[in-house]
Nanobody, 119 residues
Framework: QVQLAESGGGLVQAGGSLRLSCAASGRTFSTYTMGWFRQAPGKEREFVARLTSSDISTYYADSVKGRFTIARDNAKNTMFLQMNNLKPEDTAIYYC????????????WGQGTQVTVSS
């Protein structure tokens, strides 16, 4: 099992910044992706950003490109999401995701952290 612990959510005014963290522990895989998803009230969970274990490529949803940056600290098994120029529409619960690139192994999810952006 992979355990994921998120932190860093909170309340911020529009235009402000927050940094989310996701610390991974437990079982590890040699190839995987890690990323962030979010779910706003009444909406489906959506992709935000992810990075790969192999070549450290990063991918972003169009809605956050240029404002959010995903990164990780391998030594600490921790992933970060730096969120700048936040908008009210970024308000959601943000979930950390660990996706092993192994057939038949399911994804792992964190418990979620609330991000609220006031206008």
């Amino acid at each position: 099992q992979v355990q994921l612990a998120e932190s860093g959510g909170g309340l911020v005014q529009a235009g402000g910044s927050l940094r989310l963290s996701c610390a991974a522990s437990g079982r590890t895989f040699s190839t995987y992706t890690m990323g962030w998803f979010r779910q706003a009230p009444g909406k489906e969970r959506e992709f935000v950003a992810r990075l790969t274990s192999s070549d450290i490529s990063t991918y972003y949803a169009d809605s956050v490109k240029g404002r959010f940056t995903i990164a990780r600290d391998n030594a600490k098994n921790t992933m970060f999401l730096q969120m700048n120029n936040l908008k009210p529409e970024d308000t959601a619960i943000y979930y950390c995701n660990y996706h092993p690139l192994v057939l038949g192994v399911p994804d792992y999810w964190g418990q979620g952290t609330q991000v609220t952006v006031s206008s």
